[in-house]
Structure formats: structure tokens, C-alpha cells
């Protein structure tokens, strides 16, 4: 994957940047509802899977985010030109494997389903946790679909561990009957602030809304 360096010297949040790049526990994360009902809709009309349906939503409202599309790298920042996703896949076995996924805007949703769905197929096969060589332009994300909840507290590799993280739980019924969905997003700080984090939600708010197909 591609990527541009960020030039420091003029970086807005360079203050930031360096009030949180060593910090011990630099993380910061949010979890907010989201209205799935549409999405579910599609989803049990078309027989697509709902889990691999959501990575692509997460997936689009991320990169449309430059900020969650950054890395560290060394003392300074990189900025990946698009990012793919590592998804966790659960195994018969009760564990899990690792799934890679490329998403592309001008894909239709039947042919991104269709490619997912093969990844899907192929990662099972395999089994493996190991990630593509290029991990430092993943989005990691996985799912808690038996509880909704809350609150989601996930692992990280350290201080310097900066890809995002996206999970999200089960989806349940409002008092309106709307289908809610409990969605996490966590992210290095010396990287993304509050704002950012709010422009993916409102991004996914605004996919999950729109006409899919």
C-alpha cells in the first residue's frame, strides 16, 4: 500500500502529537449505538452476510477519515493512501482466524460481498493469525455478536501500537422497534482526537442511512 509522509513542521497537531506520543497508555476510545435496521433489511433480502456487510460500512467511513488512515512511523507520521481491514473469522474449533479484506468505494455491494464471502472460505482454510506483511495499513476489527453492550476494552501491542480498532456486538430492538447496533472505535491520541472520532460515526450514520443497492 501506498503512503505519504506527513511533513512535521507544519502539522497542526504537533503540540499533540508529542504530548501523547510516549505516553504509557495513549488510547482513547468511544462506543455509541448505531441504527442497523436498514442494513439488516438488505442483508436478509439479498441472504448476505450481515457481519461481512458491516466490516464494509466500518471500512469506508474509516478511510474517509484521513486521521484514522495515519500511522507512526519512526518520530513522524505516515498517511496510507486506503486501508484494508484484518477481521477476526470464529473457527469450529471455537477460535478464531485472521481475514484480509481490500475495500474499494466503486465496488458494488454485490461484488464486494461476493469477494468477502471467498476471503472468508480461503482465511478458514487456512486458519492463520498471522497478518499480511503490510500490517501497519490495517484497520483491525472484530465482534462481540452475542451481548450488546456497552463498553468494549480491546488489546493492544504497546504505546506504539497505532492501527484503529473497530468492534461492535449484537444488534437489538429499540422502544421504536429500531435495530441498534453497540459500535467501539479506538484509536492512538497522538494520532486522532475526539473530533475524528465523531467524523467516523457521523460517516457510518450517514452510510448506513443512504441507499445501499
Not at 484480509?100 to 482454510?125: F, K, V
Not at 501497519?136 to 504505546?159: E, K
Not at 459500535?183 to 442511512?209: I, K, N, P, Y
Request: negative net charge.
Amino acid at each position: 500500500m501506498t503512503f505519504r509522509e506527513i511533513d512535521m513542521s507544519s502539522y497542526p497537531r504537533k503540540a499533540h502529537y508529542d504530548h501523547f506520543r510516549h505516553l504509557p497508555n495513549p488510547h482513547v476510545g468511544v462506543t455509541a449505538d448505531v441504527d442497523v435496521t436498514e442494513l439488516v433489511r438488505v442483508c436478509k433480502e439479498n441472504g448476505w452476510s450481515f457481519y461481512l456487510a458491516f466490516i464494509r460500512v466500518a471500512a469506508l467511513a474509516a478511510n474517509a477519515v484521513p486521521e484514522l488512515r495515519r500511522r507512526l512511523k519512526g518520530e513522524g507520521i505516515v498517511e496510507y493512501d486506503v486501508c484494508g481491514t484484518s477481521h477476526v473469522e470464529l473457527l469450529e474449533d471455537g477460535t478464531y482466524c485472521y481475514c484480509t479484506l481490500r475495500h474499494d468505494p466503486a465496488q458494488s455491494w454485490a461484488d464486494y460481498m461476493a469477494c468477502a464471502a471467498a476471503e472468508r472460505d480461503r482465511a478458514r482454510s487456512g486458519a492463520s493469525i498471522e497478518e499480511d506483511e503490510d500490517v501497519d495499513s490495517l484497520l483491525f476489527i472484530t465482534s462481540l455478536p452475542w451481548l450488546h453492550y456497552s463498553a468494549f476494552v480491546q488489546p493492544t501491542g504497546g504505546a506504539d501500537d497505532c492501527n484503529p480498532r473497530i468492534s461492535w456486538g449484537r444488534y437489538a430492538p429499540d422502544h421504536r422497534g429500531r435495530l441498534l447496533l453497540p459500535l467501539t472505535l479506538l484509536c492512538h491520541h497522538s494520532l486522532v482526537d475526539g473530533l475524528q472520532m465523531a467524523a467516523f460515526f457521523r460517516t457510518v450514520d450517514e452510510l448506513l442511512s443512504a441507499k445501499l443497492i
